[in-house]
């Protein structure tokens, strides 16, 4: 089955720092989404990237999908930017979320 | 536009009990995904509702079924608890069955004690 893992696992800034988060995954891409899940529990999408470059704001998200990454990129991050990452991919029916990068941006 | 509403937020079960999970998709939305997410775990893909009737299941046992109305609202109903099924559990809704464009709800956090 589609294997997908997240790198780094945990992840502390100070505010106004940059980071990069990064998503392998073992299969061809159909759908590449990014995901946000607040510390309430709401998983919120950022971005939906088979493939290219998108940007919102301080975020954006580049998909190489023949080397089979993703990259997320939060720039000058904010307290509100904590939370985990989830990365995930699309077979059929169903969405397959790796691990999630556990982000806390300190103040 | 509504977005999508779980209840109850909490839930505590003893082993071997029954419970339902409910959840009302936004609107317009015709197609339901239930997930189940273990703590410091990614979501696990439960099964998927389109027009009243399954469309695609992950590996769960039997147990854990479902039902979606003509309203498009649904539930989750789980058999026979157990103590692994303790977990935080997402239903997210969207359109024609597509999985891209979803709008999840908060969650119901069951604990089975």
């Known amino acids: 089955g589609i294997q997908v893992e997240q790198s780094p696992p945990d992840l502390i800034l100070q505010e106004g720092a940059n980071s990069t988060l990064r998503c392998n995954f073992s299969d061809s891409v159909n759908n590449l989404q990014w995901f946000h899940q607040n510390p309430w529990g709401q998983l919120i999408n950022l971005f939906y990237i088979p493939s290219g470059t998108k940007q919102n704001g301080r975020l954006s998200a580049t998909t190489v999908a023949t080397e089979r990454y993703s990259l997320l990129y939060i720039s000058s991050s904010q307290t509100t930017d904590s939370g985990v990452y989830f990365c995930a991919l699309t077979g059929g029916f169903k969405t397959i979320f790796g691990a999630g990068t556990r982000l806390f941006v300190k103040a | 536009e509504t977005g999508v509403t779980q209840s109850p937020t909490h839930l505590i079960k003893t082993r071997g009990q029954q419970v339902t999970l409910r959840c009302s998709s936004q609107?317009?939305?015709?197609?339901v995904s239930w997930y189940q997410q273990a703590l410091g775990q990614g979501p696990q893909f439960i099964f998927q509702y389109y027009r009243e009737e399954e469309n695609g299941r992950g590996n769960f046992p039997p147990r854990f079924s479902g039902l979606q109305f003509p309203n498009y609202s649904s539930e989750l109903n789980v058999n026979a608890l157990e103590l692994d099924d303790s977990a935080l559990y997402l239903c997210?809704?969207?359109?024609?069955?597509?999985?891209?464009?979803?709008?999840f709800g908060s969650g119901t956090r069951l604990t089975v004690v």
């Open positions: 997210a809704s969207s359109l024609d069955r597509t999985t891209y464009g979803y709008t």
């Open positions: 609107s317009g939305h015709n197609t």
